[in-house]
C-alpha cells in the first residue's frame, strides 16, 4: 500500500461516516437448528385471540412464541395444523384431547388493544396436560409496535417456568458485516437484530473496519472499534437516540471495550503508554482513565466479572495469550487458563462459571471452547478451523460465535452442553464479531 | 498527490494480488533479500547507484534495497529476521540523510486467532520494525506506528501462504 491510499481512505471514510444510516433495513437473518436434543419437550401454542381493532399480523404472536422455543432446540412445538381445539381460557381447556395428541404442556392466551389504546395487553397461560395445573398465568403490557418484543417475553417467562433458567428471547444481536473487501469500496456494517433474527438494521456504516462491537448493560448501547479515521477508536453509539461520541482516540491501540455491569466504566486496551494495557475509562468524564495492568506483554479483550469487581483479559505474558484475571484496583494478575496453547476473548456466562474462549491446542484448530472454573474441565464446542469470537447468551444456554464456511465469514451458536447448533443465515457479505445484548427489560 | 506515485501504488498492489492469486506456487517463502552484486556503471554520470541509501531515485529503483518496503514475520512473532535487516538498514539510512521523510509502519497478523490480539501483534510487529529503524538513525519524529491487525490482508486465503505474506509490516512513506 502506498502513501496515496491512506489519504483517499480516510476521506471516504470520513464522507461515509458523516452519513450514517441509523435503521436501514437489510435482508432478514435466519437462524436454523443444525442439530436438536433428543427428546426435546412436546408443547403446544394455541393461537392466541386477536381483540384489536388492527388486523392480525401474518407472523401471530403464537406463531413467534413456538419458532422461539423450537430454535431453542429444547421444544418440540406442535403445528398449528395439528391442534384440534383452540382455547383462549383455563376453563376451555380440554385436558384428554391434549392428551391424545402427546403434548406436555400447553400456552394459551389472548392480545388485546390497551384500555387507553396506546400498545398491547397480553394475557397468558402455561398449563401441565398431564395434571390439568395452571404452572404460570401472567399479564402484561407492551407498548405499540412491541408485540415481537411481548411475545419474545412470553417466550422467556415458559422457557424459565419449564426449565428453572430465564430464556433469552427478548434479546439482540450486533455483528459485524464487511463487503466488497479487497476492492476499492470495501463496505462495514454493524448490524443489530433481534435474537430470532428479525429487525436486522445496520445502524453503523463505514469504508474502514468495525470490530469487537459490545453491549451496554441496559443494551441501549454498542461500543465498537473504528477504523474511520485511519487509527482505531473506540465509539459508543446510542442505538436509540443514534447519537455516538469516541469515547477513546489515545496513540496507538485503542480497542476492546467493555461495558461494567453498572454500565459507568468502560473497560479498553490501550498501547498509549507503550505495550497495550487494560486500561479503565469512565464514561461520565469524571476521572481520567485509569491503567489497570502495567505490563510489557499484550493485554487485551478485557470482560468484567458480573460483580464487577474483577476483570479478566488475555495476556500473552507467559509466551502465548492465556486467560489472566486482575481485580478492578490493580494488583497481581492471575493465570486462569492452563489447558490449550492458545486462549483469549473470555466471554462469560452468566453465573462466571463458565468461561467460553478462543481455544487452540496446536496453532492448528482455533475451536470455541468452554472452561468450567469451578470443575477445571475444559469442552470443545466447535468444529471449525478459524472460529473466533465467542458471546455467551444473557441466560447461558448458547454460545454465539464466528466461524469461517467456504472462504465466507458466518455466524454459528451452539449451546453451552454442545448437543444443540444452529447456523444463522444472513444475506451476502463477511459476517463476523458477535455480540449477544443482556436481556431486554 | 503525485501521479507517479499513484501509479507505483497500483502497480505494487496488482503485483501483490498476482502473487497473491498464485495458487501453483509450491513454496511460498517470502522474497530473500541479497544485496546487489552487480557494479554500478561508473561511467554513466546520471546511472543511479542502487547502494546510495540516501537517494531518493532508489526508493522507485527495482535494483535497490529501497523499493522494497515489507517486512515478513513468523507465525506469533515480532521478531525481525536476519533477510530483513538490510532492507530495514536502508530506510533508516535513507531517513537519517533526508530530514524531511516522514514514514508510517503499518504492522498486520494474519487471521489466525482472535482479531484484537492480533491488532496488538501487528503493533508489536510496527515497533519491532520502528526500533531497528531508530537503531540505523532515522530520528523518533519521522516514523509513526500504526497496526491493522487482521483487518488488511493482501491475500485472503486461509492457507500458509497468504498467512506468510499478511504476516508483515509495511513501510510507507507520507513525505520523502
Keep these: 500500500m502506498a502513501e496515496t491510499t491512506i489519504l ?248 476492546a471495550p467493555a461495558f461494567s455491569p453498572d454500565g459507568r466504566t468502560l473497560a479498553v486496551s490501550l498501547s498509549r503508554s507503550g505495550s497495550p494495557n487494560i486500561w479503565l475509562i469512565d464514561l461520565q468524564g469524571q476521572q481520567r482513565p485509569r491503567q489497570l495492568t502495567h505490563h510489557w506483554s499484550i493485554n487485551t479483550e478485557p470482560t468484567f466479572s458480573s460483580d464487577g469487581t474483577e476483570v479478566l483479559f488475555t495476556s500473552d505474558r507467559a509466551g502465548r495469550p492465556q486467560i489472566y484475571r486482575i481485580g478492578i484496583n490493580g494488583g497481581e494478575a492471575e493465570r486462569l487458563t492452563y489447558e490449550g496453547r492458545y486462549n483469549a476473548h473470555a466471554s462469560l456466562g452468566p453465573d462466571d462459571r463458565m468461561l467460553a474462549v478462543i481455544f487452540s491446542e496446536g496453532d492448528e484448530d482455533y475451536r470455541i471452547a468452554l472452561h468450567d472454573r469451578e470443575s477445571g474441565r475444559l469442552s470443545v464446542l466447535s468444529d471449525g478451523r478459524l472460529d473466533e469470537s465467542p458471546s455467551f447468551a444473557p441466560n447461558g444456554s448458547m454460545v454465539l460465535y464466528a466461524a469461517r464456511q467456504n472462504g465466507r465469514g458466518v455466524l454459528a451458536a451452539a449451546s453451552a452442553d454442545g448437543r444443540i447448533r444452529q447456523r444463522l443465515v444472513t444475506g451476502a457479505g463477511d459476517v463476523r464479531e458477535p455480540a449477544w445484548s443482556p436481556i431486554i427489560r | 498527490m503525485n501521479t507517479a506515485l499513484r501509479l507505483i501504488a497500483i502497480v505494487m498492489l496488482a503485483a501483490l494480488m498476482a502473487a497473491c492469486a498464485r495458487q501453483t506456487t509450491p513454496e511460498p517463502e517470502p522474497p530473500v533479500v541479497e544485496p546487489p552484486t552487480q557494479q554500478p556503471d561508473t561511467t554513466e554520470t546520471d546511472r543511479i547507484d542502487p547502494r546510495d541509501f540516501t537517494d531518493v531515485r532508489n526508493l522507485d529503483n527495482p535494483e535497490s534495497l529501497l523499493s522494497q518496503r515489507v517486512v515478513y514475520f513468523e507465525f506469533d512473532r515480532s521478531n525481525i529476521r536476519a533477510q530483513f535487516r538490510p532492507i530495514i538498514e536502508a530506510h533508516a539510512a535513507y531517513a537519517r540523510a533526508n530530514a524531511s521523510a516522514r514514514i508510517i509502519l503499518e504492522g498486520h497478523a494474519d487471521e489466525r486467532g482472535s482479531r484484537e490480539y492480533n491488532l496488538a501483534l501487528g503493533e508489536r510487529r510496527s515497533d519491532a520494525v520502528s526500533d531497528a529503524m531508530s537503531a540505523g538513525g532515522a530520528s523518533g519524529s519521522q516514523v509513526e506506528i500504526v497496526s491493522y491487525g487482521e483487518e488488511r490482508p493482501v491475500c485472503r486465503n486461509s492457507d500458509d501462504d497468504c498467512w506468510q505474506r499478511n504476516r508483515r509490516v509495511e513501510i510507507v512513506y507520507t513525505a520523502r
Design chain 1, 8 to 255: 483517499r481512505r480516510a476521506l471516504q471514510a470520513g464522507l461515509l461516516f458523516a452519513l450514517l444510516l441509523p435503521g436501514l433495513a437489510l435482508a432478514q437473518l435466519r437462524i436454523e437448528i443444525v442439530d436438536g436434543v433428543e427428546g426435546a419437550m412436546p408443547i403446544s401454542i394455541a393461537p392466541f385471540a386477536w381483540n384489536a381493532t388492527e388486523p392480525e399480523p401474518a407472523n401471530t404472536v403464537s406463531s413467534i412464541i413456538s419458532a422461539n422455543l423450537r430454535r431453542s432446540g429444547l421444544f418440540d412445538p406442535m403445528d398449528e395444523e395439528g391442534m384440534i381445539d383452540r382455547p383462549v381460557r383455563p376453563p376451555e381447556v380440554r385436558f384428554g384431547t391434549w392428551r391424545l395428541l402427546k403434548v406436555d404442556h400447553l400456552v394459551i392466551g389472548e392480545v388485546r388493544e390497551a384500555a387507553d389504546g396506546f400498545g398491547y395487553e397480553f394475557e397468558y397461560h402455561l398449563l401441565d396436560v398431564l395434571t390439568g395445573r395452571i404452572l404460570l398465568s401472567q399479564a402484561m403490557g407492551v407498548g405499540p409496535g412491541d408485540l415481537r418484543f411481548g411475545a419474545h417475553r412470553v417466550s422467556d417467562a415458559i422457557y424459565e417456568a419449564l426449565l428453572g433458567v430465564p430464556g433469552a428471547f427478548a434479546t439482540r444481536i450486533a455483528y459485524v458485516v464487511a463487503s466488497n473487501e479487497g476492492t476499492d469500496n470495501p463496505l462495514y456494517e454493524l448490524v443489530v437484530a433481534d435474537a430470532d433474527g428479525f429487525n436486522e438494521q445496520a445502524v453503523v456504516r463505514n469504508a474502514e473496519p468495525i470490530l469487537s462491537p459490545t453491549w451496554s448493560p441496559d443494551a441501549r448501547q454498542l461500543a465498537y472499534v473504528s477504523f474511520a479515521t485511519g487509527r482505531s477508536n473506540i465509539i459508543v453509539q446510542d442505538l436509540y437516540t443514534g447519537q455516538n461520541r469516541v469515547v477513546s482516540s489515545e496513540r496507538g491501540i485503542n480497542g
